[in-house]
C-alpha cells in the first residue's frame, strides 16, 4: 500500500464547475499538507499548504485536512480553462522530505 | 530572477555511461532535493541535503550519489546508469530561515533516457 494515495483521473469538468481533488494517507504523523499544481512539461509549484488539521482558503482554492480521517481535499471553484493541470498532494511529518501522491489530471473544458 | 537551473534538460545516454545532472539554484536556499517522476507513481525523493556538506537519503536513494559542496549547487551522480534510471529528475529548494513553510521552488525537470 503506498503511503500517499491519489485518484489519478483524468476528472474533466466544464468551466464553471466547482472540482474537488482528494487524498489519503496511512502515516498518521504527517502534520504538514500541501497541494502543489504542475503544468505539462514544467515542474511542479506551491498551491497550498496548511499545518496539522483545518481548513484554508484562497481566492477560489480551498484546502481541507481531516486528520483523524487521515484525507485531504482541495476544491477549486469556478474553474478555468487555465486550471487544467496535474494536481499533486504532498505530505511531510517533520519538513524535511514530502510525499507525494501520484497527481490528478484535471481538464477543464471551456 | 529567482530560479533553479538543471541540466540537461534532455539526455538519452547508454548502459554504465557515468553521468551527471547539475542543479543550480540563485535563492540563497539551505535545502535542495531530487525527485524523480515516474507515470502512476508520482515524485519520489532520491537524495535531500538541509545545507552545506550534509546530505541524506530519501526514499529511491539506490544508483545514485550526490554532493553539496556549495550552498547554491547540488548535482545528481549516476554512476553505472541502467535502463531502470530512465524517467523525468526535478530538483527542488527552499529556504528554511522562518521554518518549513511547504513550499519547494522546483527546477523545470531533467529528461533521462537509458538504453
Known amino acids: 500500500q503506498k503511503e500517499v494515495e491519489q485518484d489519478p483521473g483524468p476528472l474533466s469538468v466544464p468551466e464553471g464547475a466547482i472540482v474537488s481533488l482528494n487524498c489519503t494517507y496511512s502515516?498518521?504523523?504527517?502534520?504538514?499538507f500541501m497541494w502543489y499544481r504542475q503544468y505539462s512539461r514544467k515542474g511542479p509549484e506551491l498551491l497550498m499548504y496548511?499545518?496539522?488539521?483545518g481548513n484554508k482558503e484562497d481566492g477560489r482554492f480551498t484546502a481541507q485536512v481531516d486528520k483523524s480521517s487521515k484525507y485531504i481535499s482541495l476544491f477549486i471553484r469556478d474553474s478555468q480553462p487555465s486550471d487544467s493541470a496535474t494536481y499533486l498532494c504532498?505530505?511531510?511529518?517533520?519538513?524535511?522530505?514530502?510525499?507525494f501522491g501520484a497527481g490528478t489530471i484535471l481538464r477543464v473544458k471551456s | 530572477e529567482a530560479q533553479v537551473t538543471q541540466n540537461p534538460r534532455y539526455l538519452i545516454t547508454v548502459t554504465g555511461k557515468k553521468l551527471t545532472v547539475t542543479c543550480s539554484q540563485n535563492?540563497?536556499?539551505?535545502?535542495m532535493s531530487w525527485y524523480r517522476q515516474d507515470p502512476g507513481l508520482g515524485l519520489r525523493q532520491i537524495y535531500y541535503?538541509?545545507?552545506?556538506?550534509?546530505?541524506d537519503k530519501g526514499d529511491v536513494p539506490e544508483g545514485y550519489k550526490v554532493s553539496r559542496k556549495e550552498k547554491r549547487n547540488f548535482p545528481l551522480i549516476l554512476e553505472s546508469p541502467s535502463p531502470n534510471q530512465t524517467s523525468l529528475y526535478f530538483c527542488?529548494?527552499?529556504?528554511?530561515?522562518?521554518?518549513?513553510?511547504?513550499?519547494?521552488?522546483f527546477g523545470e525537470g531533467s529528461r533521462l533516457t537509458v538504453l
Open positions: 541535503s538541509m545545507n552545506v556538506e550534509v546530505t
Open positions: 496548511t499545518y496539522s488539521s
Open positions: 527542488a529548494s527552499s529556504s528554511l530561515e522562518r521554518g518549513f513553510t511547504g513550499e519547494l521552488f
Open positions: 535563492m540563497n536556499h539551505e535545502y
Open positions: 504532498a505530505m511531510d511529518e517533520y519538513g524535511n522530505k514530502l510525499v
Open positions: 502515516n498518521s504523523a504527517f502534520q504538514y
